[in-house]
Structure formats: C-alpha cells, structure tokens
C-alpha cells in the first residue's frame, strides 16, 4: 500500500502542487483519449475500404491532427513529471548548491527554447492559416496550434521551474505517479 504524497504547507507551493497534478491529470486523459480517436480511426477507416469498399481519404487529416494534439498533451504531461530523456552525467557528484544551480540554468535553458519554439509555432500558424488540408480544408493553422500548446505549456513550467528551483515536494509528487 502506497501513501499519498503530502501536500506542502505554504500558499504558493501547495497551488503548484496541486495545479502541477492537475495538469498531469488532464493532459494524460486527453493525451490517452486522442490516441483512442487515432486508433479507432484508422480501424474504421480500413473496416470502412477493406468490407464495404468505402474510401475515407479525410480520415489521415485527421488522424495526424489528433496525433500532434496528443503528443503536444503528452510531452507536457511528460515535462511535469519529468520523464523526458535526459543524460545526467556528473549531476550526482555536484554538491547541493551547485545541483540547484545547474537545476535552474538547465530550466533557464529549456524556457528559452520552449519560447522559442512556441513562438516559431505560432509564426507558422499565420503563415500557413491560407494552406488548408486536401480532403476537409481544414487550415494548417490548427495543426501548428497543437505544437504550440505543448512548448507553450512546457515554457511556462520551465519559467516556474527556473524561478522557484528545486523543491522538495516534487520528489513525493513524482513517487505518486511512478505507483499509481
């Protein structure tokens, strides 16, 4: 039996602590409910040409944006968590100064790219909001906005991160979602 985490005592890290749950919590419902729509459109789409000679060509438009959607919720989900890849090579020799240091110009770092990264995403939004899809004619624009959730999302997490540093509470945050 595994114990819940215990929220932390002070005002603003216990709404980060429940507001990062929150996040995590919802990005992964409608990351998992996406990729269902993905799959069970793509099995209706081959039922739809294999067995009643059906042809669906929409149905690749939208299995790629609901696949960016649920990538975009999925890699925030995975920011908060802390589940991307990372190669951690000499940070379990620093001693504890320097790891908060290196923990805040790492997160320093990611901002940077994640603002930079959304703000690409949206700059292609307005250029390609004209473009749009063969089948539904859908503009590209939706597309881009699904990428600029996510480094969106993850920008201001890594803001926080860079402001706030290392706490303590996240640790039994992560324990929670590693047994759950």
């Known amino acids: 039996m595994t114990s819940k985490p215990t929220p932390p005592s002070g005002g603003l890290d216990r709404a980060a602590f429940y507001l990062l749950r929150a996040v995590t919590l919802v990005c992964d419902i409608v990351g998992v409910a996406l990729l269902a729509g993905v799959l069970l ?6 039922v739809a040409r294999d067995f009643l000679g059906l042809g669906m060509p929409w149905t690749e438009e939208v299995a790629s944006m609901l696949a960016i959607y649920a990538v975009a919720f999925g890699s925030l989900s995975a920011w908060v968590r802390f589940e991307h890849l990372v190669v951690d090579l000499f940070s379990h020799r620093l001693g504890s100064l320097a790891r908060g240091i290196q923990y805040r110009l790492v997160a320093l770092l990611s901002w940077g790219f994640f603002t930079l990264a959304a703000y690409g995403a949206l700059t292609m939004s307005v ?8 089948s539904l004619g859908i503009s590209f624009s939706y ?17 926080w991160q860079t402001l706030r540093g290392p706490v303590a509470w996240q ?6 979602q590693e047994t759950s």
Do not use: C, H, K, W
Request: overall charge negative.
């Open 41 to 46: 459109l793509i099995a209706a789409a081959v």
């Open 143 to 159: 597309l881009y906005y699904g990428i600029f959730i996510a480094f969106a999302g993850m920008a201001v997490l890594a803001l």
């Open 127 to 134: 250029a390609s909001a004209n473009n749009r899809t063969v």
């Open 171 to 176: 640790d039994s945050l992560l324990a929670e």
